[in-house]
């Protein structure tokens, strides 16, 4: 799952394992997440990050 979670960051500052590895929710797909306790959403622990957002700066 690491290597998944690695090659989906592929070409950023992503550091697993360090307070500082931390992922918008935004990368993540509606499907990817369980309901948990008291209405929360928990991502599942098969989700990998697969919604990536490219923005285009046009002058």
Do not use: Q
């Not at 960051?9 to 306790?37: N, Q």
């Amino acid at each position: 799952m690491l290597k998944k979670w690695i090659g989906a960051f592929l070409g950023k500052d992503f550091v697993p394992g360090t307070r500082a590895s931390v992922i918008c929710s935004k990368y993540f797909k509606h499907s990817d997440y369980v309901e948990a306790h008291m209405d929360t959403l928990r991502l599942k622990k098969d989700a990998v990050p697969s919604i990536f957002l490219i923005f285009l700066n046009i002058y």
